[in-house]
Nanobody
């Protein structure tokens, strides 16, 4: 069982950058596709990006396409989300999760979730 742990969130000004990391507890190898989601106050959790186990399949939400980049290390122990040109509307709690089955875009397709890391973008 893989338990994701997110890190790297913080407070940044609009136009700035942050890099989020998602590692499995105990530095376990992650043999799953991994997704990033976010949830702003009062809103539903939404898909941000996903990367397959091999790294060959990557999808982004339209809202972040061209600004965010998802990647994973060769050892497959950590997944990253590089976030550039941040906007105030990117402010949210960011979660990573292991993909279990079904569409990459739905929260119900993921079975193990981290606690989240807060990203706040000031204007």
């Amino acid at each position: 069982q893989v338990q994701p742990v997110e890190s790297g969130g913080g407070l940044v000004q609009a136009g700035g950058s942050l890099r989020l990391s998602c590692a499995a507890s105990g530095r376990t190898r992650i043999n799953y596709a991994m997704g990033w989601f976010r949830q702003a106050p009062g809103k539903e959790r939404e898909f941000v990006a996903v990367i397959s186990w091999s790294g060959n399949i990557i999808y982004y939400a339209d809202a972040v396409k061209g600004r965010f980049t998802i990647s994973r290390d060769n050892a497959k122990t950590t997944v990253y989300l590089q976030m550039n040109s941040l906007k105030p509307e990117d402010t949210a709690l960011y979660y990573c999760a292991t993909h279990y089955s079904g569409s990459y875009y739905y929260t119900t397709s993921y079975d193990h979730w981290g606690q989240g890391t807060q990203v706040t973008v000031s204007s």
